[in-house]
Structure formats: structure tokens, C-alpha cells
């Protein structure tokens, strides 16, 4: 098996690529992590097929997305750039894939492409494991809101009917649109003190203090953090003890916005426990069975 695919590879399918029958497309892709922890799922598994890296341009997504079926694929995962255009090239979208405008699985369905996004079911299980909390019972503020991770997320949360939900993002615009689509999973009143379920804010320091002392989770959708040089998302100062922090990057696996949060006494996890529950739950929709979490988990 070769160390990264290209469409010309999917065109000329030989014989020793017959075992390939799963794959990641993107753009880059030879950093991606998902064929080291689904080729431990396969094997573990006992299922004969591998999974391997496909580095696919976004104009030839459309054709590599239609050999899968002729290639006997079982299905693909879809990372950078081409969540967003697959939704538009698969044959059907299930509800939540439809919801966020963005597929990161895909299963073969005969000739049929079918389009599911695990990330926002990733990051919910993601959190059940890593802090033993529901989405449901949290106030939650989302980092990079309005970017295709961090929309997934929210729109999770609201899904899930969190507590209350906070949209932080650079371009606002973003935010606010996205509130008003998940204004209809707010509607209920809880009983929360002097703060709305549902607002966007500035990231100003003001804004943040106030919105923190009404908050549980905070989640850094942002990258933010992926190099030494980037300023903090959230200054150290207004990390308190009672917070859970969630950093969707996790490389590093420890970001400044980790390690402020580690000495000031709150909880952390960085975001790898995501990329292995959307895999999970990938493996789930492929084979329909349980993804062996502990192998996977090694693998990473
Ligand atoms: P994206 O669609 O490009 O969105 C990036 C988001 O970050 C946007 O909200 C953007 O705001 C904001 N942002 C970018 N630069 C910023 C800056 N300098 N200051 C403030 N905000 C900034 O990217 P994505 O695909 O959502 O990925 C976001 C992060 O998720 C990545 O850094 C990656 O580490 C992480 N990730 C994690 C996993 C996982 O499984 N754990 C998987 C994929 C990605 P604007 O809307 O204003 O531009």
C-alpha cells in the first residue's frame, strides 16, 4: 500500500490496491492521523480491507468521490478543504450532514453516495469521556463559532439542548447568523439568572469576564494555538478553576491556552479525543458495529 493516493492512482486501480477499500480525502493530507487509527480499527476488527491517504484537489473531488463505488469502497472520510463541496456531490445527506452543510464520512450505498457528518457527535462524546458530562447540562462558549468546526460544535450543543451557548467569532456577522439559525433550540426557558440561552459576543476582555462566570465548557474552535507565536485566545487571567476547557487542536497536545488553564485549577482536554470519536463513529457507520475505541486510542 502506497503512503498517499492521488486521483490518477483511483483512475489506474490495480490489483494491489484491491485491499484500499477505505479513505481520507484531502488537501493536504500526509499529516493526517486517521489511516494509522482506522487500520488499527480494521485490524483489530479482523476486517480484510485497509485504509489509506488520498491527496485529492478540490476540482477533482467531484470524480474521485464517484470511482469509490467502482472501486469497491466501502466509504471515505473527507477532511480539508472538501467538507463543505461534498455535501453538495452526494446523493443523500442525513439530518444532522444536511443541518451543518458538511459531510466528513461518507458510506457506499451500491452505486449511492451517502453523506454523514460525525463531528458534532464526535465532540459530544468526545466531552461524556473526557470530563463524564452531557452537553445537555452545560453553558457552553464556542471559540471560532462560525468556522466549519466550530459551527459543528454549536450546532451540537444546540442539538443536545445545552444549557446556554455563547458564539465567539472573529467576523461576528458569522455569529450572529448562526444564532438566529439556532435560536428555535432555545426557545424554552430555564431557570439561569441574568444571562440569555443563546447570545454572541465581542472577545474583548469586558465581555468575556461577565460571559465566564455563566459558563461550564469552553471550547477553542479556532487555530489559535497551533503556533508558539499565536496570541491566546483567552488571557490567563480570566481562566477560573470552575471551567472545563476543550482545545479542538491537538498539535501540540498542549497549548498556551492548555497550560494557563492546567495552573489555573480548571480542566482540560486538547482535541484529540475528537478526531478518535468522529473516526469511531465513522467505523460505526461503515460496518455497523462497535469501533474498538482502545485500539484506535493506541494508534493515535
Ligand atoms: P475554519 O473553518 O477555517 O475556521 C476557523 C475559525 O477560526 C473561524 O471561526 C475563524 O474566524 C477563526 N479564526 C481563524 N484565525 C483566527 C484568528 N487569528 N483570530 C481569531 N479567530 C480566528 O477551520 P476549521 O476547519 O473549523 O478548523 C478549526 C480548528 O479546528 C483547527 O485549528 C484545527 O486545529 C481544529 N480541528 C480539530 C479537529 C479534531 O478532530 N480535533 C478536526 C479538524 C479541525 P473567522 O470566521 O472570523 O475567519
Not at 467502482?70 to 472538501?82: F, Q, W, Y
Not at 466528513?104 to 453516495?113: A, M, S
Not at 465532540?123 to 462558549?141: C, G, K, P, Y
Not at 433550540?185 to 469586558?206: H, N, Q, W, Y
Request: net charge negative; proline share 5%.
Amino acid at each position: 500500500m502506497k503512503d498517499v493516493y492521488t486521483l490518477a492512482d483511483l483512475r489506474n486501480w490495480s490489483g494491489d490496491d484491491a485491499a484500499v477499500r477505505l479513505g481520507v480525502f484531502g488537501d493536504p493530507v500526509e499529516h493526517s492521523l486517521s489511516p494509522k487509527m482506522q487500520n488499527a480499527a480494521l485490524e483489530k476488527s479482523g476486517i480484510a480491507a485497509r485504509y489509506a491517504a488520498f491527496h485529492i484537489h478540490p476540482e477533482e473531488l467531484a470524480e474521485a468521490l464517484r470511482l469509490l463505488p467502482a472501486r469497491n469502497c466501502i466509504g471515505a472520510n473527507l477532511t480539508l478543504p472538501h467538507k463543505v463541496a461534498a455535501a453538495g456531490m452526494v446523493d443523500e445527506l442525513e439530518t444532522f450532514a444536511a443541518e451543518v452543510g458538511a459531510v466528513n464520512t461518507i458510506r457506499v450505498e451500491g452505486d449511492k453516495l451517502i453523506g454523514f457528518n460525525t463531528d458534532g457527535p464526535g465532540f459530544a462524546r468526545a466531552i461524556r469521556h473526557e470530563f463524564w458530562v452531557d452537553l445537555r447540562d452545560l453553558r457552553v462558549l464556542v471559540f471560532g463559532a462560525g468556522g466549519g468546526v466550530g459551527q459543528g460544535i454549536a450546532r451540537q450543543c444546540a442539538r443536545e439542548g445545552c444549557e446556554r451557548l455563547v458564539l465567539v467569532n472573529r467576523d461576528r456577522d458569522k455569529a450572529k447568523q448562526l444564532a438566529e439559525a439556532l435560536q428555535p433550540f432555545f426557545k424554552e426557558a430555564r431557570v439561569l439568572g441574568p444571562v440569555a440561552r443563546l447570545e454572541t459576543v465581542e472577545r474583548t476582555e469586558a465581555a468575556l469576564r461577565f460571559q465566564l462566570a455563566n459558563t461550564d465548557l469552553v471550547v477553542n474552535a479556532t487555530p489559535l494555538g497551533m503556533k508558539r507565536s499565536d496570541p491566546p485566545v483567552l488571557a490567563e487571567s480570566l481562566i477560573a478553576p470552575h471551567l472545563m476547557i476543550y482545545d479542538t487542536i491537538y498539535a501540540p497536545p498542549r497549548t498556551a491556552l492548555l497550560k494557563s488553564a492546567v495552573e489555573a485549577g480548571a480542566r482540560t482536554a486538547n482535541g484529540l479525543s475528537m478526531l478518535l470519536h468522529q473516526g469511531a463513529l465513522a467505523f460505526e457507520i461503515w460496518f455497523d458495529r462497535d469501533a474498538p475505541l482502545d485500539a484506535m486510542r493506541a494508534a493515535l
